[in-house]
């Protein structure tokens, strides 16, 4: 045998038949593993444009939620800061005309009247009588300062009037003050005893007075929806 011969039997037994076409069919495989290795290097260094433009789309869906309840807590905290603001001022209000009512006279000169009118169709009524008062509804018990007192609507104002001191030896002057704006209708009845009914005027003869007056007030605010107080005061006279 010749060396050339024993060399190519050697290869032969040594790789088997086919080994070279498996070799060459490995390669495709190998390149795709090697390119997919590549590719997740690469991502793990950056982001991919459908990443980022993704997690830019949550940012702005978080930031509008957020936004959207900073808006709605802050509307609900300025709606329940103006509401109490409004319940504050009735109560004002009505403590005034309760502390006056409860001190109030009525002579033959200057006799309790409530009057029953309206205007631009809503109730607007007037109630004028005599007060202990110094024009705060607070008692001073002098007969001297005796004050005239008149709650009225004038448009879309409630109104207190009052001259001082009626008894006085010289005239005072006449001092008005807005309660409130904004008012719709001012709506007041009478709670005759004697008769056990509620009326819509009062002009009994002095010295008798109402047993209990009921004071009804309507706001309407701009472009909202108008509301109403209603608050009833004992005189306890009979």
């Given amino acids: 045998?010749?060396?050339?011969?024993?060399?190519?039997?050697?290869?032969s037994s040594t790789y088997p038949r086919g080994y070279a076409s498996s070799r060459r069919s490995l390669r495709p495989c190998r390149t795709a593993i090697l390119n997919s290795l590549?590719?997740?290097?690469a991502s793990e260094s950056g982001f991919t444009l459908v990443e980022v433009l993704v997690a830019l789309a949550l940012l702005a869906t978080i930031g509008a939620i957020v936004f959207g309840s900073l808006v709605t807590t802050t509307r609900v905290v300025d709606a329940g800061r103006e509401h109490a603001g409004k319940e504050q001022?009735?109560?004002?209000?009505?403590?005034?005309?309760?502390?006056?009512?409860?001190?109030s006279r009525s002579?033959?000169?200057?006799?309790w009247v409530?009057?029953?009118?309206?205007?631009?169709?809503?109730?607007?009524?007037?109630v004028a009588f005599l007060a202990l008062s110094d024009g705060l509804g607070r008692s001073?018990?002098?007969?001297s300062e005796t004050n005239r007192v008149i709650y009225t609507r004038e448009r879309d104002r409630l109104l207190r009037v009052t001259r001082k001191n009626v008894y006085g030896l010289t005239d005072e002057s006449v001092e008005q003050i807005e309660l409130a704006n904004q008012v719709k209708s001012f709506n007041v009845r009478y709670y005759d005893a004697l008769s056990r009914v509620w009326t819509?005027?009062?002009?009994?003869?002095?010295?008798?007075?109402?047993?209990?007056v009921l004071f009804e007030i309507t706001f309407q605010p701009p472009d909202a929806d108008p509301w109403t107080v209603r608050e009833w005061v004992t005189i306890g006279a009979s």
């Fill in 38 to 41: 590549r590719d997740a290097h």
């Fill in 200 to 212: 819509d005027e009062w002009n009994s003869p002095p010295p008798k007075l109402p047993k209990a």
């Fill in 107 to 111: 002579v033959q000169q200057f006799p």
């Fill in 1 to 11: 045998m010749t060396s050339g011969f024993v060399l190519t039997s050697l290869r």
């Fill in 114 to 126: 409530g009057v029953n009118s309206m205007q631009d169709g809503q109730p607007a009524d007037t």
């Fill in 140 to 143: 001073t018990g002098a007969e």
């Fill in 89 to 103: 001022m009735v109560r004002r209000i009505f403590r005034l005309m309760a502390d006056e009512l409860l001190v």
